[in-house]
T-cell receptor
Framework: NAGVTQTPKFQVLKTGQSMTLQCAQD?????MSWYRQDPGMGLRLIHY???????DQGEVPNGYNVSRSTTEDFPLRLLSAAPSQTSVYFC??????????????FGPGTRLTVT | AQKVTQAQTEISVVEKEDVTLDCVYE???????LFWYKQPPSGELVFLIR??????QNEISGRYSWNFQKSTSSFNFTITASQVVDSAVYFC???????????FGAGTRLFVKA
């Protein structure tokens, strides 16, 4: 199993550009999440999904869109990049049994710089 | 609202010392789950432990132990006889029942010197 994969690993964008961060998992997990990690702030939840076709906002959703058309994929779209979105982005997936949260498996991260 | 506080930003110890990482949480849920994750210098995030709000038994796994006290809303993590390989950022996290809004603390960076 590849686990959780993310592409690209590094990306530099100019202000105003758009792009999609890719995330895929091969563990048949229902739950997937996107986090951003900034120095001194831990991981903050951007969006999450409890299954294909179902997404919801986390703590810091502004400026980001997500969709979940399949169980495996959960892309994160930046509509118009801003320097404040410079961060390391982690995708995670988790097994779910009913509404009980289990541990999350994280991808390797994408380091994004917006100039 | 849920909140996780890790008041220790950085801790530095010498190898073989014991070290405790503090985690204090706030939640109105009666059912919730607490986690610890480790982020070594390589950057990946690794799951260490999951504990539900009804299980206050302390847990020990090798040199690692966790002390969960609902009375003080704390879920502290102790490393006994620390090693250089324990150097990492450690995150405490909280999830409520019925959702996946996992809230992470800011993390504690642990330096273990040889």
């Amino acid at each position: 199993n590849a686990g959780v994969t993310q592409t690209p690993k590094f990306q530099v964008l100019k202000t105003g550009q758009s792009m999609t961060l890719q995330c895929a998992q091969d563990m048949n997990h229902e739950y997937m999440s996107w986090y951003r990690q900034d120095p001194g702030m831990g991981l903050r939840l951007i969006h999450y999904s409890v299954g294909a076709g179902i997404t919801d906002q986390g703590e810091v959703p502004n400026g980001y869109n997500v969709s979940r058309s399949t169980t495996e994929d959960f892309p994160l779209r930046l509509l118009s990049a801003a320097p404040s979105q410079t961060s390391v982005y982690f995708c995670a997936s988790s097994y779910g049994a009913g509404d009980l949260p289990y541990e999350q498996y994280f991808g390797p991260g994408t380091r994004l710089t917006v100039t | 609202a849920q909140k996780v506080t890790q008041a220790q930003t950085e801790i530095s110890v010498v190898e073989k010392e014991d070290v405790t990482l503090d985690c204090v949480y706030e939640t109105r849920d009666t059912t919730y789950y607490l986690f610890w994750y480790k982020q070594p210098p390589s950057g990946e995030l690794v799951f260490l432990i999951r504990r539900n709000s009804f299980d206050e038994q302390n847990e020990i796994s090798g040199r690692y132990s966790w002390n969960f006290q609902k009375s003080t809303s704390s879920f502290n993590f102790t490393i006994t006889a620390s090693q250089v390989v324990d150097s990492a950022v450690y995150f405490c996290a909280l999830s409520g029942r019925g959702g996946f809004k996992t809230i992470f603390g800011a993390g504690t960076r642990l330096f273990v010197k040889a």
